[in-house]
């Protein structure tokens, strides 16, 4: 500024004290106003609601549309085709009952689906009443099968079911029919094919259910088939027996014969059980086993009988256990292994192999006390009669007189023989391979006693842990299966079978639990 111009009458004046005030506010009103914050929580709000509008949109627009909704379409379009051509039921699923329900399984929801099953059923109707009318009796049965099925209306389906039993009486010739079975029935010929008295009775029977002479005809048919189910329970054919009385209560359960000829039979299965019972408490094992194996035959899930074999097998573990205290170590072995084919999940069968595999234990530690030459020349005859039971291909039986038997007595006398373990490595590829057909056969009985054998005779750590493993598996797939059945000490038995073969096997703890929750739930 120069000095000698006039002053500016709006100059502020320095001196005066709301001189910088009034130069602020000036230059406030013409600074730019300043931007507001950003909105930083706005903007991840609609961000995240974009996302969710667009998953949205693909889900509605992608999934929905392009996908199930035009399967669905071509599902039912495809039926509506089928249904045009007539194709209602087809096994290979173009029929269009299949593609409905397949239309129907894809969206439960779409009233469509059933709306066209519900054309089906009516077009099953109108499909019988044509076969009908063609004559084709067989196409009508199966058309009316369709339309119930599919809960057709039962006023439309009854009337053509019974005009279809009018006409196929009237052209099926009753009269013959008749004769034929009187003829048949004169002949012995009672049942098991369909020329027989009682299947040509009840066609006669479904046609005309009034029909006098063929009523009459089947009850007496029916008590001479009663007739021969008593014969064989006179002559202990209880299976027999069982048969035929099935079978004439599938003809008529009414029958008046029927309920002594069932009493007779109930009265011939307790006597057999009392028998069996004598026979195992008179130590006659072998007897009772057959015994009870009848009954199973009659009835398998007869529990009783299932008892008694588990009793005839701890029968057979203390013969075991008898013959192994005196060092009889071929007929504990076959004792033993009869218990084992009865109920390898037996206490008593384990504890008896526990005490022969003691006993050959405290055998092998007199076996030093004989002299050198003699326990040689003992060691060199078993290897020799090992080597002809290995040619004769009896690796594991029989008792006693097997290869397995005869090297592992080898082992008791000489385990630190040279020719004794060259014996044992081979025999075991055939032991390895009798485990691997026992596992496939699920004869898990036979494969535990190869992995023992496998265990005997030296067979690698490694191989045996992985074979423990698959058996205990087994047990375990066994348990589930008895625990559905619900055999809960069947399930327990087989938990305690995997667990002693190999402790840590996957999956025990939690089929355990659920043995215990089985239980719970029982008590």
């Known amino acids: 500024m120069n000095?000698?111009?006039?002053?500016?009458?709006?100059?502020?004046?320095?001196?005066?004290?709301?001189?910088?005030l009034r130069a602020d506010a000036r230059l406030s009103r013409h600074r730019p106003p300043e931007p507001p914050a950003r909105p930083w929580k706005w903007i991840l709000f609609a961000a995240i609601v974009a996302v969710l509008v667009l998953i949205v949109l693909v889900r509605l627009l992608v999934v929905d549309r392009f996908w199930p909704e035009t399967r669905s379409q071509s599902l039912l379009d495809r039926a509506a085709t089928a249904l045009v051509e007539g194709r209602l039921d087809e096994s290979d699923g173009t029929g269009?009952?299949?593609?409905?329900?397949?239309?129907?399984?894809?969206?439960?929801?779409?009233?469509?689906?059933?709306?066209?099953?519900?054309?089906?059923?009516?077009?099953?109707?109108?499909?019988?009443?044509?076969?009908?009318?063609?004559?084709?009796?067989?196409?009508?049965?199966?058309?009316?099968?369709?339309?119930?099925?599919?809960?057709?209306?039962?006023?439309?389906?009854?009337?053509?079911?019974?005009?279809?039993?009018?006409?196929?009486?009237?052209?099926?010739?009753?009269?013959?029919?008749?004769?034929?079975?009187?003829?048949?029935?004169?002949?012995?010929?009672?049942?098991?094919?369909?020329?027989?008295?009682?299947?040509?009775?009840r066609r006669i029977l479904i046609l005309q259910p009034a029909n006098a002479d063929a009523l009459r005809g089947r009850d007496e048919t029916l008590a001479t088939l009663l007739e021969q189910a008593r014969a064989a329970l006179r002559g202990g054919d209880l299976r027999g027996a069982g048969d035929?009385?099935?079978?004439?209560?599938?003809?008529?359960?009414?029958?008046?014969?029927?309920?002594?000829?069932?009493?007779?039979?109930?009265?011939?299965?307790?006597?057999?059980?009392?028998?069996?019972?004598?026979?195992?408490?008179?130590?006659?094992?072998?007897?009772?086993?057959?015994?009870?194996?009848?009954?199973?035959?009659?009835?398998?899930?007869?529990?009783?009988?299932?008892?008694?074999?588990?009793?005839?097998?701890?029968?057979?573990a203390h013969r075991a256990e008898r013959h192994a205290r005196d060092f009889n170590f071929a007929d504990a072995g076959a004792q033993l292994r009869e218990a084992m084919a009865l109920a390898p999940d037996s206490d008593a069968v384990r504890t008896a192999a526990a005490h022969v595999e003691r006993s050959r234990a405290r055998h092998a530690q007199l076996a030093p006390r004989l002299p050198a030459a003699e326990r040689g020349r003992r060691v060199a005859v078993l290897l020799r009669e090992a080597a002809a039971a290995e040619a004769r291909g009896d690796l594991l039986t029989p008792p006693g007189e097997s290869a397995y038997d005869r090297i592992r007595a080898a082992q008791l006398l000489a385990p630190d023989d040279a020719t004794v373990a060259r014996a044992s490595a081979r025999l075991l590829p055939s032991v390895r391979a009798c485990f691997d057909t026992g596992l496939r056969a699920n004869n898990l009985a036979r494969a535990r006693s190869c992995l023992d054998a496998r265990t005997a005779l030296g067979d690698?750590?490694?191989?045996?842990?992985?074979?423990?493993?698959?058996?205990?598996?087994?047990?375990?797939?066994?348990?589930?299966?008895?625990?559905?059945?619900?055999?809960?000490?069947?399930?327990?038995?087989?938990?305690?079978?995997?667990?002693?073969?190999?402790?840590?096997v996957p999956g025990h703890a939690e089929f355990a639990r659920r043995v215990r929750t089985a239980s719970v739930r029982s008590n």
């Open 3 to 20: 000095r000698d111009s006039p002053p500016d009458p709006n100059a502020p004046d320095a001196a005066s004290p709301s001189a910088p």
């Open 96 to 201: 269009a009952r299949q593609l409905y329900e397949a239309a129907q399984a894809l969206d439960p929801d779409d009233a469509r689906p059933r709306a066209g099953l519900g054309r089906v059923s009516q077009a099953a109707v109108t499909a019988a009443q044509a076969a009908l009318d063609a004559g084709r009796f067989d196409d009508a049965h199966r058309a009316l099968m369709l339309a119930r099925e599919l809960a057709a209306p039962r006023e439309a389906v009854d009337a053509v079911a019974d005009a279809l039993r009018e006409r196929e009486a009237a052209d099926a010739g009753l009269d013959t029919l008749l004769l034929q079975a009187q003829a048949a029935q004169a002949q012995g010929r009672l049942d098991g094919d369909a020329s027989a008295a009682l299947p040509l009775y």
């Open 244 to 316: 035929l009385i099935a079978a004439a209560r599938a003809y008529d359960a009414g029958h008046v014969d029927l309920p002594d000829t069932e009493a007779r039979l109930t009265e011939e299965l307790d006597a057999l059980r009392g028998r069996a019972a004598a026979s195992l408490a008179a130590d006659r094992v072998e007897r009772s086993v057959a015994e009870w194996r009848t009954l199973l035959a009659f009835d398998p899930e007869d529990a009783g009988a299932q008892r008694g074999l588990v009793d005839a097998a701890a029968a057979y």
């Open 460 to 504: 690698d750590a490694g191989t045996l842990h992985e074979s423990r493993r698959r058996l205990a598996q087994r047990w375990l797939a066994i348990g589930d299966e008895r625990l559905g059945a619900g055999n809960l000490a069947g399930a327990e038995a087989a938990l305690t079978l995997a667990r002693e073969i190999d402790p840590g």
